[in-house]
C-alpha cells in the first residue's frame, strides 16, 4: 500500500508504527505530489491516507487501524477484556484529540522547533508551490502558528496549561510502565499506537518537548523506541484482564480534560456555533473552534460504552469516577455529528477536520 503521508506528522507516525508492528509493508510519499487525485479520492487532504494496492482508499486512523486489525487478525492490538478494551479507546482518543494542542504549541510557539520544522516540512510539501525557499518556509510557519496554534486557544493565559499537560502526561504514562513494558500488557495495544501520535514525531523528537521528555519522562522515551521496535522485540499479545491502579492519574487527566472539551464542543455544535469557550482545571479558554468531527469522536465512544455489558458499565464508571466523564454515559441531550452515519468508514469522504489542509 502507499502511505500519503509526512515523515514529521503526527496521525502518520502512529499508523506507521501500527503498519511496522503488524509487518504490513507500506511506501510513505508526500500528499501534495498527486493532490487533485488524492482529493477526488477521499475528499480532502489530511494525512495519512493510504491507497491500497486493491484499488479502495483509506482515511483517518482509527478507523484505518480497526479494519486492518480485521484484515489481519495476528498479534492483535485490541485488549479482549471490554473494560480493558474501552479504556484502551478513550486513551487513543486523548491522545489524538487533546494532546494535538500540545503538539502544535510546542513545534511552532518555540522559535528553534518552528525553525527546524518549517524546513523539513517546505521540502516535503511545498514542491508544488513556485515561490522562493525562505518564501515558503515564511507561509509555513505563519500559517501553522496561526491555525493551529492561536486559534486553537495557547495564548499567553493559557500556555502555561496547555504544556502542563504535556507534563502530566508523561507522568501518568511514567506510572504505568513502572511494572510493565507497554501500558496494557505485555505489547503495544490501541492505547500504545494512539499516544505515539504526538509522542514520536512531535514530543519525542521536536527539540523543546524533546529534552523535557528526556530529562523529566525518560521512561516514555525508552518505551518510544520499544513501540517502534516492537515487532522484533514483543512477545505474543498478552493484555491485562482489569485496568492497573496506576492507570487512575491519567484517567483522571482524560476526564478533567479531553472529555470537557468534548461536552462543550457537542454543546456547540449542538448550536450551531462557530466557537466555544471552556474552562480546564481553572483554565479558561476563549474562542476555539467548533470540530465537527470531535463530535463524531464522542458519539464513537458513546456507542462503545453502550455496547459494553452492565457489568463492564459499572466497572467502567468506577473508574472514571470525574463528574466529567458523565458525557460517555448521559441518557440524551448529545449531538449527532451526522457524519459517516453509514458506517463506511475508513472507506467513506473525509471531512475537513481542522479547517485547513496543511499537514502538522
Known amino acids: 500500500m502507499i502511505v500519503w503521508g509526512v515523515s514529521v506528522s503526527y496521525y502518520t507516525g502512529k499508523l506507521e508504527a501500527y503498519l511496522r ?18 482529493r477526488e479520492k477521499v475528499g480532502a487532504i489530511q494525512v495519512p491516507i493510504v491507497e491500497r494496492d486493491d484499488g479502495r482508499w483509506m482515511s483517518d486512523s482509527t478507523p484505518m487501524i480497526l479494519q486492518l486489525e480485521r484484515e489481519h487478525p495476528e498479534r492483535p492490538v485490541l485488549p479482549p477484556d471490554p473494560v480493558v478494551g474501552f479504556i484502551a479507546a478513550l486513551i487513543e482518543d486523548y491522545a489524538d484529540e487533546w494532546l494535538w494542542r500540545a503538539a502544535m504549541h510546542y513545534r511552532w510557539s518555540y522559535e528553534h522547533d518552528r525553525e527546524l520544522l518549517s524546513r523539513i516540512l517546505v521540502d516535503e510539501v511545498t514542491q508544488h508551490l513556485r515561490l522562493p525557499r525562505p518564501w515558503k518556509r515564511r507561509i509555513i510557519r505563519r500559517r501553522q502558528r496561526i491555525s493551529f496554534v492561536v486559534k486553537d486557544g495557547v495564548r499567553a493565559e493559557t500556555r502555561a496549561h496547555v504544556e502542563a499537560g504535556y507534563r502530566a502526561v508523561l507522568a501518568g504514562m511514567t506510572q504505568m510502565l513502572a511494572n510493565r513494558p507497554y501500558l496494557l500488557g505485555n505489547a503495544p495495544s490501541l492505547a500504545d499506537f494512539g499516544l505515539m501520535g504526538p509522542m514520536l514525531r512531535h514530543f519525542g523528537q521536536d527539540p523543546t518537548p524533546a529534552e523535557i521528555m528526556r530529562n523529566e ?83 464513537q465512544l458513546r456507542a462503545a460504552f453502550a455496547r459494553l455489558d452492565a457489568g463492564s458499565q459499572n466497572a467502567v464508571r468506577t473508574l472514571l469516577a470525574s463528574p466529567e466523564a458523565g458525557i460517555l454515559w448521559q441518557a440524551d441531550g448529545i449531538a449527532q455529528s451526522g457524519y459517516d452515519e453509514a458506517g463506511e468508514a475508513p472507506f467513506n469522504m473525509a471531512i475537513n477536520v481542522y479547517g485547513t489542509g496543511v499537514p502538522d
Open 21 to 38: 508492528y503488524k509487518g504490513i509493508d507500506y511506501e510513505l510519499k508526500p500528499p501534495y505530489a498527486d493532490a487533485a487525485r488524492i
Open 217 to 299: 519522562g525518560p521512561a516514555v522515551f525508552d518505551w518510544l523506541s520499544r513501540v517502534w521496535n516492537a515487532r522484533q522485540s514483543a512477545p505474543e499479545p498478552v493484555f491485562l484482564d482489569q485496568v492497573p491502579d496506576a492507570a487512575q492519574a491519567l484517567l483522571k487527566e482524560i476526564c478533567e480534560t479531553h472529555l470537557v472539551q468534548l461536552a462543550k464542543n457537542a454543546a456547540a455544535y449542538a448550536a450551531d456555533a462557530l466557537k466555544f469557550d471552556m474552562t480546564v482545571q481553572g483554565c479558561a479558554y476563549r474562542d476555539l473552534p467548533v470540530s465537527r468531527y470531535r463530535v463524531y469522536c464522542l458519539e
